[in-house]
């Protein structure tokens, strides 16, 4: 069982688990202001989408938290400033929006008298957030059960666990529930080039967990269907929209075209934090792009020669058609996506 935390508020403090040390160092670092903490989104401390927006928020408390502002306007300025600050770490995971829009909801409430009665506020509402996204990440696991064939060979992407939430995961969290429900499930783990979320964490995590786990190379999905067999693929996302198109880690786009080639079942899990109905088609995601060394090094190595151009698109867009069901915790959409994603959060709002 994991017993580590991505981030959690310890004594006026956010901790967070480094991701970029794991799996061979284990250290938590302190956070005590919102640029620092917009910092270690970007420089992915801690990633993951559900997992930035609980960073986000409580990035928000800290700055309420250690606020020297001495009037409740000044107070509710600050935390403007640090939530522009926050939302401009990473573009494309929603989650980090909707959890800034959801923190400074609360701190715009004008019964909200006092500098005390913000800084409650804008912790208790980080706090929940977060507490809601692990109750989220179970159910979307208990839902997903009655897909998942018993044994189940299942190809995942990226890493969706306890470390890209702020506990038990999305789609890692499904494999996992459905292991602890004696369900004989076999994860590969794609790699997941550049940073290795894959090969580092998705695997550091299965093994944690007792979870049957192979490492792939991402080019190796094709070559598994066709040979070894796979019984469905399952996937995070950063952003699903209104048509169901859903941005995910680079490479869950061909993973998906595979899938398809296979006549494999494509699943999408990720809690409605991550649904994002203001965008109809996944042309208006914004893709992220990185910094040519994650592309050129691997750890200290070059491995590319020198000035060698170099373009590192940090996520791409799944065209909804590929996608076999969008598993969130009120339920599962199917196709039509405008149409199933729109009731679901329906159930969210009512
Ligand atoms: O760049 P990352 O590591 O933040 O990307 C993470 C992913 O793409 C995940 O699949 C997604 O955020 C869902 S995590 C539950």
């Not at 890493?159 to 789609?171: E, F, I, P, Q, R």
């Not at 944690?208 to 040979?227: C, E, F, K, N, W």
Request: charged share 20%; aromatic share 4%; glycine share 6%.
């Amino acid at each position: 069982m994991g017993t580590f935390r991505s981030i959690e508020w310890v004594n006026g403090v956010v901790r967070m688990l480094d991701q970029r040390q794991l799996p061979h160092k284990t250290v938590y670092l302190d956070y005590t202001d919102c640029q620092s903490v917009a910092t270690a989104i970007r420089d992915m401390v801690i990633r993951g989408a559900p997992a930035i927006g609980a960073a986000a928020a409580y990035g928000l408390a800290v700055t309420a938290a250690r606020s020297s502002a001495d009037a409740v306007a000044a107070l509710r300025a600050e935390l403007e400033t640090a939530a522009d600050v926050l939302r401009a770490a990473r573009p494309t995971a929603v989650n980090l929006s909707w959890a800034i829009d959801r923190v400074m909801a609360r701190v715009a409430d004008p019964g909200l008298a006092s500098i005390g009665a913000i800084r409650t506020a804008t912790l208790e509402e980080a706090d929940t957030i977060a507490a809601e996204d692990v109750a989220a990440n179970k159910q979307i696991g208990l839902n997903a059960l009655p897909l998942i064939p018993d044994p189940a060979n299942i190809i995942h992407h990226c890493n969706t666990g306890s470390l890209a939430t702020v506990d038990y995961g999305t789609a890692l969290g499904i494999i996992r529930i459905a292991h602890e429900h004696g369900k004989k499930v076999h994860a590969y783990l794609d790699e997941t080039r550049p940073r290795l979320q894959g090969a580092r964490l998705s695997a550091w995590e299965c093994q944690q967990q007792g979870i049957p786990h192979t490492v792939i190379v991402d080019g190796a999905s094709g070559h598994l269907m066709r040979t070894v067999g796979v019984d469905l693929c399952v996937v995070g996302a950063d952003r699903v929209v209104a048509n169901g198109d859903t941005a995910n880690k680079i490479g869950t786009y061909n993973l998906a075209l595979a899938a398809h080639a296979h006549g494999v079942p494509f699943y999408v899990a990720a809690p409605t934090s991550t649904i994002d109905l203001s965008i109809s088609n996944g042309a208006a995601i914004e893709i992220e792009e990185r910094p040519a060394r994650e592309v050129t090094h691997v750890g200290e190595t070059q491995i590319t020669p020198d000035d060698t151009p170099v373009a590192n698109f940090a996520f791409d867009v799944t065209p909804a058609r590929y996608i076999t069901a969008i598993i969130t915790e009120v339920g599962i959409a199917y196709p039509p996506y405008e149409e199933s994603l729109a009731a679901l959060m329906a159930k969210v709002k009512a």
